[in-house]
Nanobody, 126 residues
Framework: QVQLVESGGGLVQAGGSLRLSCAAS????????MDWYRQAPGNQRELVAK???????TYADSVKDRFTISRDNAKNTTYLQMNSLKPEDTAVYYC????????????????????WGQGTKVTVSS
């Protein structure tokens, strides 16, 4: 009922910047929070940044002061601006969202569901 589509990954040199986007579409009433995770080869998936519907943000210590998460509620889209990239930022980045999904079976009804994007690869060369 809801899809998350990421874009913006690619190859960049250390010190460079990339901007990731994640657009949610479908039977969305609203989105509680959106966040970005990443998973490097051989590592567990880790939380990078999170933003609530009110704009409150949290970051992993490893990306503070380098990455900025933002969202456009009207477009159901979140962005991750990544600056001063380091080789250790190399990973597949996943968008995640907790969504209130419109339940078409009933009037003015919804349910909460968690969704993931397909991932976008970020490679930072040294």
């Amino acid at each position: 009922q809801v899809q998350l589509v990421e874009s913006g990954g690619g190859l960049v040199q250390a010190g460079g910047s990339l901007r990731l986007s994640c657009a949610a579409s479908g039977l969305i009433r609203d989105i509680n929070y959106m966040d970005w995770y990443r998973q490097a080869p051989g590592n567990q998936r880790e939380l990078v940044a999170k933003i609530t519907s009110r704009g409150t943000t949290t970051y992993a210590d490893s990306v503070k002061d380098r990455f900025t998460i933002s969202r456009d509620n009207a477009k159901n889209t979140t962005y991750l601006q990544m600056n001063s990239l380091k080789p250790e930022d190399t990973a597949v980045y996943y968008c995640h969202a907790e969504v209130r999904v419109i339940d078409t079976r009933y009037t003015d009804s919804y349910y909460r569901e968690s969704y993931w994007g397909q991932g976008t690869k970020v490679t930072v060369s040294s």
